[in-house]
Each structure stands twice: as C-alpha cells, then as structure tokens.
C-alpha cells in the first residue's frame, strides 16, 4: 500500500505540471489579454500593471515566474479584479462548489443505488422498466436542459424554489438534482448489471441455502460485491459533476469556482483561471486515488500495484 502511495504520489505531481504546462501555453496562445477587456486603463497604469504580472516578458520567462510561485501553493494576484488574490477567489468559491457536489453525489448515490439494487431484485417488473426508462432518459437529457425544463416548472409555474441565490438550504435543492441526475442514472444502470451478476453466484444461492433471510443476503453479501462497478465509476463522476457544476453554477448564479473560472476565462485572467484549473485537477487526481484505495477495501483479493 505504501509503495503504491508514493508512486501514486509522484504520478500526481506528474501529471499537475503537464496540467499546469499546456493550460499556460494554451492561454497564452489565444489572442487578447488582462489588458485588452472593454475596461481601458491610462498608459501609465496599463505600463505598471504589465510591469508587475510579467505581461511584456517571454512566454519562458513568465512561465518560470508562474511555475515557480505556483509550485508553494501561491498563484498571485489576480489580473483583473483588483486588490483580490487568486487564493481569495478559490477560498470563497470552494465552498459553494464543494457543497453543491457533495450533495450532488450524495443524492445520484442514494438515488442510483436504490433504483439499481430494487430493478434487480424485481427484474422485468414495472418497477425494474420504470427505473430503467427514467436511467435512459437522465443520462440522454444534459444537465444544462434539465436545468432549463425545471426552472420553468418548478421556479415559474409550481413556484417551489428560487431561481437564483445562494445561502439557504432551499437555494440547494434545485441544482443539486439537475447536477445529480445523470449520475444518479449512470449509477443506478452500474448497480443493477453488478447485482444481476452477484445474485447468480453460488455464495449467494449457499447464503439463501442456509436459511438466511433476503434482506440480509442482499444487504450484507449481495450489494458488497454490486458497488465495484460503482466505485470505479466514482473517479470519472467526480470529474463530471467538477465540470458540469461550471454549467449549473452559471444558470443558477451560483458564486462557486465555476462561475469564478468562466469569468476569469472570458476576461483572460491567466492567474485566476490557473489556480481554479489546477485546484479542480488536483481534487479530481486524489480522489481517483481514494478511489483505486477502495477497491482493496471492498475486495481484500485485489492487490494496489
């Protein structure tokens, strides 16, 4: 386990500076800068600030400048908002992004797990067709649609929920079921294959064999060895709900890193678009690396290399 920590470990840092590298250039490449928005500074003013972020220097030199204080964690001032760092930006942005995944993930678990494990169980029941209809329709139907189709029904017409806001547990509810649907239906078509599969094994017929009741076959035995297919999907739904929260944020004027980052892009501040791209990276490497350490948790016959 230590030996693939370390190696994991190195894999990571890797993998951040090639991130970190191409993300540079490839801003750097497009045309327009901090200093070319619609906000016009006097010439003394627009001469200080390229002075100080480096602006008139090579792409080299101001890659080793970024890189340098990058590598301490310090990703500098911001090149558009004044007087703000980016670390600032992330600090106040993270929770909000945080909070609306983790309740996104919870609830595409609880949901995808119960449709999964009840569609197996009751197979080719009305039950089993509905869940499997509703699991086609959450994984066709993008995040950004279903996002519009609720607002209309739920915000306009039921009047249920705000359409915008952040701070109340109500302000919650809406984005992280439009964030969490397709992930709810990926998880639920995992969960019912991976049952389906356990429940034909002859550990599960000695379990039924011996008198046990089916309640406890299928929540001690037969939903351990379902949830591997749904772990390994946890990495990639970690990445989506990271990328699909950058739309979600945006429809319902949420003040999270998403939001952050495609202002920073549009406005092409190189500094404040780094640091998000390099946080949201590196959540998304550790947690495939939780991810891989589970594996050996739910089965002790896998050996981490």
């Not at 894999?11 to 991130?19: A, D, E, K, P």
């Not at 030199?61 to 970024?66: A, D, E, G, R």
């Not at 600090?91 to 909070?99: D, I, N």
């Not at 009047?159 to 109500?170: L, M, N, Q, R, V």
């Amino acid at each position: 386990m230590t030996r693939f920590l370390v190696r994991r470990a190195i894999w990571i840092l890797i993998t951040l500076w090639l991130v970190y590298t191409f993300s540079f250039f490839l801003m750097l490449s497009v045309p327009g800068g901090p200093m070319s928005s619609e906000r016009s500074y006097p010439p003394e003013i627009e001469k200080m600030r390229r002075d100080r972020f480096h602006l008139n220097d090579p792409w080299p030199v101001q890659y080793w400048h970024y890189l340098s204080n990058a590598c301490y964690g310090d990703f500098l001032a911001s090149q558009v908002l004044n007087d703000y760092e980016v670390s600032e930006i992330i600090s106040e942005g993270f929770p909000v992004s945080a909070t609306l995944g983790i309740l996104a993930m919870a609830l595409a678990l609880v949901l995808g797990l119960s449709a999964g494990i009840i569609s197996a169980l009751w197979r080719n029941s009305l039950l089993d067709v509905m869940f499997r209809s509703l699991a086609t329709i959450g994984i066709a139907v993008p995040n950004f649609v279903l996002a519009g189709i609720a607002i209309l029904i739920f915000v306009f017409q039921l009047k249920w929920f705000p359409a915008a806001g952040w701070g109340k547990p109500i302000d919650m509810v809406l984005p992280a079921i439009c964030l969490a649907a397709p992930f709810a239906a990926y998880i639920s078509r995992l969960t019912r294959t991976g049952m389906l599969d356990v429940l034909g094994q002859d550990y599960i017929r000695t379990a039924y064999a011996k008198g046990l009741m089916s309640s406890t076959v299928v929540l001690k035995h037969a939903v351990r060895g379902a949830l591997l297919p749904v772990v390994s999907y946890l990495g990639p739904a970690v990445a989506g709900i990271l990328t699909g929260s950058l739309v979600i944020e945006r429809i319902f004027f949420l003040p999270g890193l998403g939001t952050h980052f495609i202002e920073a892009v549009t406005q092409r501040d190189y500094t404040t678009s780094l640091g998000i791209v390099m946080v949201s990276t590196a959540l998304v490497l550790v947690m495939n690396t939780l991810v891989d350490v589970s594996y050996q948790l739910l089965d002790p016959r896998i050996k981490l290399k």
